[in-house]
């Protein structure tokens, strides 16, 4: 069952591993430094919330730790067994199998049109140009 006097200790000793006060570990938190207030002063029970964001803040904090005391803290990570050797499988390469291509056939050049030039389009003179930036500025250029 939750006691929530112990929860308070296992609280403040997080608070003593770390060297922060309450309202460093709201701000860490992203709570409101009265709601650390209640929680220390048994006002108000800690809610799923809380306890989620405290696990995910500081990640070698374990749940069950936390809530009833089991575990450790600093979280303990498994330790691996040492596993049997197994001997080294021998690799032997595999030779890709050959992959017959088409034959490449030169590019053909294409013959060159000679550029005719458009009489019939009348020329336009630029009268003005703006440019728009992106912090709402912009620049006038007339007469060019």
């Known amino acids: ?6 929860f308070i200790a296992r609280l403040q000793k997080i608070m003593n591993y770390y060297e922060i006060n309450a309202s460093t570990l ?10 650390i207030s209640h929680l220390l002063s ?3 029970k800690p809610s799923l919330d809380f306890v989620l964001k405290i696990t995910e803040k ?15 803290f600093p979280k303990e990570e498994p330790r691996e067994e040492p596993k049997e050797k197994l ?7 595999i030779a890709p199998p050959e992959i017959p291509f ?5 590019l053909q050049e294409k013959p060159i049109e000679k550029n005719i ?3 019939d389009i009348p020329k336009k003179e630029v009268q003005k140009i703006i440019f728009f930036y992106k912090d709402n500025s912009f620049e006038i250029f007339e007469n060019l």
């Open 102 to 106: 088409p034959p490449i056939e030169p």
């Open 87 to 93: 001997p080294p499988k021998k690799v032997t390469p």
């Open 58 to 72: 500081y990640p070698e904090i374990d749940l069950y730790w936390l809530l009833y005391g089991k575990g450790s």
């Open 117 to 119: 030039p458009l009489k």
């Open 26 to 35: 709201a701000d860490s938190l992203g709570v409101l430094r009265s709601s």
């Open 1 to 6: 069952m939750f006691d929530q006097q112990k």
């Open 42 to 44: 048994e006002r108000n």
